[in-house]
């Protein structure tokens, strides 16, 4: 089971979209794939069709024994969502002093191939239970002048978590999303973030594309709900990309 935590301090990166439509390629690709939303606001949940759940992530984090009655089938076949709820925000005081919670959870969860995991925009409690549970972290970076803009603090919690709680954690890859291609500003972006991460940054580069802003108001991925769109056909490599990452680590 492949643990891979989407993590960005910073809001409106993409980190929701990526997570919902890359485990929803995975499913497509064949893995057996679960979506934990470990965001209150619950955006990934609820852009996979499960608007109204009343129970979900944070009952499973008090139950893990319990953990599969909370777990949800989705739109998309292969793919099963824990699903935030909004007493998820009061999680964050109680996980403060647990940091391994989520990792315990994820203890009692088996019988899939790869756990996405779709972190809130912040560093306190609820993004480092990510952390600790977490194998591999895919940061998105949106393709701005401020996109390298808060990865130093980013980076020294991985570090903190590495040495405390998760010596196995690793990055996995960094994705530049919402790429504007007419834009120099966009280039020489990607330019910088190529200079400064090297490999680690992913072929697969995902353009602005209204497509993917409208699919979750249709509660589905972009797999479904715009199958030839440009915003499908990255994720799609993405997803690729993933699978043989994984396999090589
Ligand atoms: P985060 O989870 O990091 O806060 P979201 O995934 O919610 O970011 O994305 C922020 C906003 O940008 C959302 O409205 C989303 O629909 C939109 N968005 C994300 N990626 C793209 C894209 N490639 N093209 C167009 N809109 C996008
Ligand atoms: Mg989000």
Do not use: C, W
Not at 167 to 196: C, I
């Amino acid at each position: 089971m492949n643990i891979i935590g989407i993590v960005n301090q910073k809001g409106g990166v993409a980190k929701t979209t990526t997570a919902v439509n890359l485990a929803a390629f995975l499913a497509e690709q064949g893995q057996q794939v679960l979506l934990l939303d470990m965001d209150p606001q619950g955006n990934a949940t609820s852009a996979l069709g499960l608007r109204d759940a009343e129970h979900g992530l944070y009952e499973a984090l008090g139950h893990p024994g319990q953990v599969k009655q909370y777990i949800q089938p989705s739109v998309q076949p292969g793919l099963s969502v824990l699903p935030a709820t909004p007493d998820l925000a009061g999680a964050g005081v109680e996980l403060a002093d647990d940091p391994d919670a989520l990792s315990r959870l994820l203890a009692s969860i088996a019988g899939y191939d790869m756990v996405i995991i779709d972190a809130p925009p912040s560093l306190g409690p609820l993004t480092v239970n990510v952390l600790a549970a977490a194998q591999r972290l895919i940061i998105p970076l949106q393709a701005e002048y401020f996109a390298l803009e808060g990865l130093a603090g980013l980076m020294e919690t991985v570090e903190r978590v590495q040495e405390a709680l998760n010596p196995q954690l690793k990055v996995l890859g960094v994705v530049l999303t919402m790429f504007d291609g007419r834009t120099n500003l966009a280039q020489e972006v990607e330019t910088t973030v190529r200079q400064h991460f090297g490999p680690l940054v992913f072929a697969a580069v995902i353009p602005r594309n209204v497509r993917l802003s409208e699919a979750p108001s249709y509660a589905q991925p972009i797999n479904l709900f715009a199958p030839n769109s440009l915003g499908a056909s990255a994720y799609q490599r993405l997803a690729k990309e993933v699978i043989q990452r994984v396999e090589k680590f």
